[in-house]
């Protein structure tokens, strides 16, 4: 039997996130039912609430840092039972059979992976609906077991932002003996910070803004370069082996390139347009570098990252908050108003009235 459950959903791109019913799927053989418990709140999130990716099927309801707990299985899991505490990150299913998806690389499915919300189920057609609701229906291929050291509420984002800055770090096998440089401090470069700092690497963080060494160095960074001071930029010329670049806003890459070392690579994990201003290439063919990209991870890795975090105690620093304050969280991230990430509490949903 379908479910009826209360969510928070966009109905439009000018209407604020607010309470919405939702029909969840009738279980399939090897779905996961799952109560929320927690839900990180992504930037993505309100591109996709207020449309301005031009792909939103309204009503949307988002949500893909999701933590929560096993009320049922299918007859067909063994994985997972009833109370198990698991997560959902961005993708609930994928084609399964391409060569990234055998790979266990199921973010790059050349037949398109199917994401937590705002996305098309590949078997009855649905809109997927995220995690800004009471539960939520789950393949057990995208459900991943949260180590018992893991703190749930701060867990969250690491379904996100955790698994995109560790990916990069991984598939650059970044380890001791590695200069590396993370580009902007926020809810993916604090991240960027704490993972490099575990994987044994010379951290660095690079800001436009003075006054944020005590921060960094508190989340793992061993020294702060002012990207907008040339003296101190001319200091790390062809110093670095590796820079995490999470800025989402088009900004000038040039200065950055020119810190690498020959061979070195600058990997952008927060950036999805052109770039502005003009990127030269001549840099990079005189010195071999790279300038790459990185999305999240698939579900092998993103298990890894998890118990990675748990073995070195790494969680992401995060600010609760009821459902109810979900629009004034969107101006805050907005305006830069948050450290590092805000988590729902979904609990806060039960106060809402029943359909």
């Known amino acids: 039997m379908s479910i009826n459950i209360r969510s928070f959903a966009a109905t439009s791109e000018t209407t604020p996130v607010a309470l919405h019913h939702i029909i969840r799927r009738d279980p399939r053989e ?94 009855d057609g649905t809109v997927t609906y995220g995690g800004y609701s009471e539960q939520i229906v789950v393949s057990d291929k995208f459900v991943l077991s949260l180590p018992e050291k893991l703190d749930p509420k701060s867990a969250a984002p690491l379904l996100c932002a955790g698994i995109t800055t560790y990916s990069p770090l991984r598939h650059w096998n970044i380890g001791q003996g590695h200069k590396v440089a993370v580009v902007g401090l926020g809810g993916l470069g604090h991240m960027g910070l704490k993972f490099a700092k575990a994987m044994g690497a010379d951290v660095t963080l690079f800001t436009r803004s003075a006054g944020k060494e005590q921060e960094a160095l508190r989340l793992g960074a061993d020294h702060v370069v002012l990207s907008t001071n040339p003296d101190q930029m001319k200091a790390v010329a062809n110093h670095f082996d590796f820079i995490l670049d999470t800025v989402p806003q088009q900004h000038d890459l040039n200065p950055y390139i020119a810190t690498l070392k020959r061979d070195g690579a600058l990997v952008l994990v927060g950036l999805l347009e052109p770039i502005e201003p003009t990127f030269h290439s001549g840099p990079l063919v005189l010195g071999r570098k790279t300038l790459a990209g990185s999305l999240i991870g698939g579900i092998p890795e993103t298990q890894e990252m998890l118990d990675f975090c748990a073995q070195h105690g790494i969680t992401c620093d995060v600010e609760m908050i009821n459902i109810q304050e979900i629009n004034q969280a969107y101006t805050r991230m907005l305006n830069s108003d948050v450290r590092y990430r805000f988590v729902i509490d979904m609990k806060s949903i039960e106060t809402e009235e029943k359909a």
Request: glycine share 10%; with cysteine.
């Open 30 to 123: 090897n779905d996961v039912v799952i109560n929320i418990a927690y839900c990180g709140v992504c930037h993505s999130d309100i591109h996709q609430a207020r449309n301005e990716w031009h792909n939103t099927i309204y009503p949307v309801v988002p949500g893909h840092e999701i933590i929560g707990q096993v009320t049922s299985v299918g007859k067909s899991v063994t994985k997972f039972k009833p109370g198990d505490w698991v997560g959902v990150g961005c993708m609930v299913d994928s084609c399964q059979h391409c060569a990234s998806c055998t790979e266990g690389l199921e973010q790059f499915c050349e037949n398109g992976a199917t994401f937590t919300y705002n996305g098309k189920d590949r078997h």
